[in-house]
Nanobody, 127 residues
Framework: QVQLVESGGGLVQAGDSLRVSCAAS????????MGWFRQAPGKEREFVAA????????YYEDSVKGRFTISRDNAKTTMFLQMNSLKPEDTAIYYC????????????????????WGQGTQVTVSS
Protein backbone atom coordinates (compact mmCIF):
# COMPACT_ATOMS: atom_id res chain seq x y z
CA GLN A 1 0.00 0.00 0.00
CA VAL A 2 1.19 3.53 -0.73
CA GLN A 3 0.20 6.78 0.94
CA LEU A 4 0.21 9.99 -1.07
CA VAL A 5 0.56 13.56 0.19
CA GLU A 6 0.26 16.56 -2.12
CA SER A 7 1.86 19.93 -1.45
CA GLY A 8 2.75 23.15 -3.20
CA GLY A 9 -0.67 24.54 -4.01
CA GLY A 10 -1.52 28.17 -3.49
CA LEU A 11 -2.94 31.40 -4.87
CA VAL A 12 -1.29 32.80 -7.99
CA GLN A 13 -2.15 35.24 -10.74
CA ALA A 14 -2.96 34.34 -14.32
CA GLY A 15 0.24 33.74 -16.27
CA ASP A 16 2.22 32.66 -13.22
CA SER A 17 3.85 29.30 -12.61
CA LEU A 18 3.45 26.83 -9.78
CA ARG A 19 4.83 23.38 -9.01
CA VAL A 20 2.86 20.89 -7.00
CA SER A 21 4.41 17.77 -5.52
CA CYS A 22 3.17 14.36 -4.47
CA ALA A 23 5.23 12.53 -1.87
CA ALA A 24 4.67 8.80 -1.65
CA SER A 25 5.40 6.53 1.26
CA UNK A 26 6.50 2.95 0.89
CA UNK A 27 9.39 1.18 -0.86
CA UNK A 28 7.60 0.29 -4.07
CA UNK A 29 6.98 3.69 -5.63
CA UNK A 30 8.54 2.59 -8.90
CA UNK A 31 5.88 -0.13 -9.18
CA UNK A 32 3.18 2.48 -9.64
CA UNK A 33 2.13 4.50 -12.61
CA MET A 34 1.13 7.93 -11.38
CA GLY A 35 -1.33 10.57 -12.35
CA TRP A 36 -2.70 14.01 -11.57
CA PHE A 37 -6.39 14.80 -11.55
CA ARG A 38 -8.25 17.96 -10.59
CA GLN A 39 -11.71 18.95 -9.45
CA ALA A 40 -13.11 22.43 -9.77
CA PRO A 41 -16.11 23.61 -7.71
CA GLY A 42 -19.32 22.14 -9.04
CA LYS A 43 -17.52 19.95 -11.56
CA GLU A 44 -16.49 16.34 -11.78
CA ARG A 45 -12.94 15.21 -11.19
CA GLU A 46 -10.98 15.30 -14.44
CA PHE A 47 -7.74 13.87 -15.72
CA VAL A 48 -4.75 16.22 -16.03
CA ALA A 49 -1.61 14.20 -16.69
CA ALA A 50 -0.11 10.75 -16.20
CA UNK A 51 3.34 9.22 -16.13
CA UNK A 52 4.56 5.65 -16.41
CA UNK A 53 6.51 3.78 -13.78
CA UNK A 54 9.93 4.80 -15.04
CA UNK A 55 8.83 8.19 -16.31
CA UNK A 56 9.46 7.30 -19.92
CA UNK A 57 5.85 7.75 -21.00
CA UNK A 58 3.64 10.72 -20.26
CA TYR A 59 0.16 11.77 -21.29
CA TYR A 60 -1.68 15.08 -20.96
CA GLU A 61 -5.19 16.36 -21.16
CA ASP A 62 -5.50 18.62 -24.19
CA SER A 63 -6.08 21.87 -22.28
CA VAL A 64 -2.79 21.58 -20.38
CA LYS A 65 -0.53 20.35 -23.19
CA GLY A 66 2.42 22.67 -23.64
CA ARG A 67 1.79 24.36 -20.28
CA PHE A 68 2.06 21.55 -17.72
CA THR A 69 4.86 19.01 -17.27
CA ILE A 70 4.59 15.86 -15.20
CA SER A 71 7.72 14.22 -13.83
CA ARG A 72 8.81 11.85 -11.11
CA ASP A 73 11.88 11.05 -9.05
CA ASN A 74 11.72 7.38 -8.08
CA ALA A 75 14.73 7.67 -5.80
CA LYS A 76 12.90 10.34 -3.78
CA THR A 77 9.47 8.68 -4.24
CA THR A 78 8.02 11.96 -5.39
CA MET A 79 6.03 13.11 -8.40
CA PHE A 80 5.73 16.66 -9.66
CA LEU A 81 3.46 18.76 -11.80
CA GLN A 82 5.05 21.91 -13.14
CA MET A 83 2.31 24.32 -14.22
CA ASN A 84 3.19 27.32 -16.38
CA SER A 85 1.04 30.02 -17.96
CA LEU A 86 -1.71 29.31 -15.46
CA LYS A 87 -5.25 30.36 -16.29
CA PRO A 88 -8.24 31.02 -14.03
CA GLU A 89 -9.86 27.86 -15.42
CA ASP A 90 -6.99 25.84 -13.91
CA THR A 91 -8.40 26.65 -10.47
CA ALA A 92 -9.19 23.37 -8.73
CA ILE A 93 -8.13 20.92 -6.09
CA TYR A 94 -5.31 18.85 -7.55
CA TYR A 95 -5.08 15.20 -6.59
CA CYS A 96 -2.29 12.73 -7.19
CA UNK A 97 -3.03 9.07 -7.70
CA UNK A 98 -1.11 5.80 -7.94
CA UNK A 99 -1.90 2.77 -10.07
CA UNK A 100 -0.17 -0.50 -9.33
CA UNK A 101 0.73 -2.07 -12.67
CA UNK A 102 3.07 -4.66 -14.09
CA UNK A 103 3.18 -2.80 -17.41
CA UNK A 104 6.14 -0.44 -17.46
CA UNK A 105 4.71 1.73 -20.21
CA UNK A 106 1.21 2.13 -18.74
CA UNK A 107 -0.23 5.63 -18.39
CA UNK A 108 -3.78 5.89 -17.07
CA UNK A 109 -6.34 8.47 -18.12
CA UNK A 110 -9.27 7.05 -16.19
CA UNK A 111 -9.73 7.60 -12.46
CA UNK A 112 -10.87 3.98 -12.19
CA UNK A 113 -7.36 2.85 -13.18
CA UNK A 114 -5.92 4.20 -9.94
CA UNK A 115 -5.73 2.40 -6.63
CA UNK A 116 -4.60 5.12 -4.23
CA TRP A 117 -5.34 8.82 -3.92
CA GLY A 118 -3.99 11.77 -2.00
CA GLN A 119 -6.08 14.32 -0.14
CA GLY A 120 -5.48 17.08 -2.67
CA THR A 121 -3.94 20.53 -2.75
CA GLN A 122 -5.80 23.70 -3.71
CA VAL A 123 -4.61 25.72 -6.67
CA THR A 124 -6.31 29.07 -7.22
CA VAL A 125 -5.52 31.26 -10.21
CA SER A 126 -6.83 34.82 -10.09
CA SER A 127 -7.50 36.85 -13.23
Amino acid sequence: QVQLVESGGGLVQAGDSLRVSCAASGPTFSSYAMGWFRQAPGKEREFVAAISRSGGNTYYEDSVKGRFTISRDNAKTTMFLQMNSLKPEDTAIYYCAAARTATSSFVGRRASSYDYWGQGTQVTVSS
